[in-house]
């Protein structure tokens, strides 16, 4: 699946560093071929739901709730739903710390054959990607089995950063 244009940064959590931001590699400016899914509009309607809300600390609750949902329908166990709600929650509270004053998180969650992606990004104050060597990106990796943020810039030409996560099905029947 293509990403968005831009600055790309991929990880898995069994992968090694690389400098400066301390996952797997760097896709082109260009844009390209991103190995975890980006969970966009292009998917049919019935194998996504995408929320917006404002990029404050009392929406976290909300997409939370959504997180742990959408995992129990898809037929996730229980640490799996309990994994992804963490990550969920650690991908927005990341973002709404780097997000421009009265923005907006946009969130999506994907299914995508076992998998369940979600992705989020908002206008950002800086065009500065979140920290891939932090505790909670790697609480983030853990979490999940892929990660990966970007930035790039939005159509006004203010910086918008995202973050991707996917994570596996452990039981059940898809």
């Not at 509270?93 to 421009?100: E, H, K, R, Y």
């Not at 054959?113 to 990106?137: M, N, V, Y």
Request: aromatic share 4%; hydrophobic share 40%.
């Amino acid at each position: 699946m293509t990403g968005p244009s831009g600055d790309f940064t991929t990880g898995k959590r069994t992968a090694g560093h690389t400098a400066g931001h301390g996952v797997a590699g760097r896709m082109p400016r260009s844009g390209g071929v991103l190995n975890v899914p980006v969970p966009r509009a292009e998917l049919p309607v019935s194998e996504r739901v995408e929320l917006r809300l404002s990029a404050e600390l009392d929406s976290l609750p909300i997409v939370r709730s959504v997180a742990a949902n959408v995992a129990a329908m898809l037929d996730h166990d229980l640490d799996a739903i309990s994994d992804l709600t963490l990550a969920v929650n650690e991908v927005c509270s990341t973002l709404i710390g780097l997000a421009a004053p009265k923005a907006t998180l946009a969130c999506v969650f994907a299914r995508e054959g076992g998998s369940l992606c979600f992705e989020a990004h908002t206008a950002a104050k800086g065009g500065d990607l979140p920290d891939t060597g932090s505790f909670a990106w790697r609480v983030l990796a853990t979490l999940t089995d892929r990660a990966a943020c970007w930035s790039r810039r939005g159509e006004d030409g203010s910086p918008v950063v995202g973050i991707s996560v996917r994570r596996e099905r452990t039981a059940g029947v898809g």
